[in-house]
């Protein structure tokens, strides 16, 4: 069975430093990646998303993501935060060849970002 | 506006009791999902499904259930067998493809079991 590790549960940054979650799959085979965003008191909501092609792809607000094969992972990154990136952050997977037609999700990293 | 609706926002519940969440959604998906969110556990898949009266168990199914009569309708029966009914629900939907797509979800029901 597929499953999604994010290791960082609870990161404090100040305003401007850089950030990396962690996300590793177990699944071997192909796979498309996804970072989800909710806000505080908001829907859950995309972040970025990886199905074929360049591993870095960039999503929304300055994120970007890097996959890689070799390590099974999917780390979420931005180079400068900002208070308002302060939510928490959730990596998916979905595996082809399954026969699961659903998204598994990690446990989450809550981000909080000091002024 | 297109999207998700979910109702009630809250909901509180004997011990024992059964209670039925709704999920409306009017975005002409096929697919469509009941995650439950717990701190620290992030969100785990109740039940899916990709076309209208078909679905499928996910990882945390017993003490659910659901039914699928029309596309744009996915309530979930939260049943009494449910050990531990007290979560936060969130219904999602997708366009129907090869994998799973990309989910739009709605703003969820906090459910409280007294």
């Known amino acids: 069975a597929q499953s999604v590790s994010q290791h960082n549960h609870h990161v404090i940054l100040s305003e401007a430093a850089s950030l990396e979650l962690g996300c590793n799959y177990s699944y071997g085979g192909t796979v498309n990646l996804f970072w989800y965003v909710q806000y505080p008191g908001q829907h859950l909501q995309l972040l970025l998303k990886y199905f074929s092609g360049d591993p870095l792809v960039k999503g929304i607000k300055g994120f970007e993501a890097e996959f890689i094969k070799s390590k099974f992972s999917f780390n979420l990154r931005k180079p400068s935060v900002q208070w308002s990136d302060t939510a928490e952050y959730f990596c998916a997977v979905n595996a082809a060849d399954t026969g699961r037609r659903a998204l598994t999700f990690g446990s989450g990293t809550r981000l909080q970002v000091q002024p | 506006d297109g999207g998700i609706t979910q109702s009630p926002k809250y909901l509180f519940r004997k011990e024992g009791q059964n209670v039925t969440l709704s999920c409306e959604q009017n975005?002409?998906?096929?697919?469509m999902y009941w995650y439950r969110q717990d701190p620290g556990q992030g969100l785990r898949l109740i039940y899916y499904s990709q076309i209208v009266n078909d679905f499928q168990k996910g990882d945390i199914a017993e003490g659910y259930s659901v039914s699928r009569e029309k596309k744009e309708s996915f309530p979930l029966t939260v049943t009494s067998a449910q050990k531990n009914p007290t979560a936060f629900y969130l219904c999602?939907?997708?366009?129907?493809?090869?994998?799973?797509?990309?989910?739009?979800f709605g703003a969820g029901s906090r459910l409280t079991v007294l």
């Open positions: 999602a939907s997708s366009i129907r493809t090869e994998w799973a797509n990309v989910l739009t």
């Open positions: 975005l002409n998906h096929d697919a």
